[in-house]
């Protein structure tokens, strides 16, 4: 519905047109690889790959796609997160058409275009997490094992228990559910 409504107000504009559609994060990279938009708008979650990793793939391949995160994610995490990924927009789904459609002419000409409240928040307080503790302590955050985490990643289970450690550690937490639970509400997962 969402992904619907957003096609739909930007089609109205004159001068934007919207060249390919996607409900998950693996179709949505293959959409911008085969299509080359100028700008891609995706959301943070999505199932199969995140909006977050679509961004650093784009970013990795160094296509001249530039991105635009639109989400209901208001948390200077996320938004650090996007911007390190190689986002250069960052709205929230409550912003109005009008600011999505100025967002995307906007970034199109090569400008950065973040919500304010969020780019004041953002540098506030640093994600502490290094990338593999933030894989290792998202698959726990949903219940995996130490070893089916090692299997996943391919890394040895005494690799991921010392990931874990330091991920709680880290966060002050009790374990590692609660540690998940902080990075995820802080928006570093």
Do not use: C
Not at 119 to 134: F, G, K
């Amino acid at each position: 519905m969402v992904l619907g409504a957003l096609a739909a107000l930007l089609e109205i504009e004159g001068d934007i047109a919207v060249v390919g559609r996607a409900r998950n994060g693996k179709e949505a990279l293959n959409t911008v690889l085969s299509q080359k938009p100028d700008v891609f708008i995706t959301d943070i979650e999505m199932p199969e790959m995140t909006g977050l990793d679509v961004a650093a793939e784009l970013k990795r391949r160094h296509l001249r796609t530039r991105v635009i995160i639109v989400t209901t994610f208001a948390r200077s995490g996320y938004l650090r997160r996007a911007l390190e990924a190689g986002a250069s927009g960052y709205l929230l789904k409550d912003a109005k058409a009008e600011e999505l459609a100025e967002a995307v002419r906007r970034v199109n000409q090569g400008l950065r275009v973040i919500d304010p409240e969020l780019a004041t928040e953002a540098w506030a307080e640093p994600d502490p997490l290094t990338d593999r503790e933030r894989q290792v302590l998202r698959l726990a955050g949903e219940g995996m094992a130490s070893g089916d985490i090692a299997g996943e990643l391919n890394l040895s289970e005494g690799t991921v228990r010392n990931y874990l450690s330091e991920a709680i550690s880290k966060l002050g937490a009790a374990n590692r559910i609660e540690a998940a639970r902080i990075a995820r509400t802080k928006g570093w997962l």
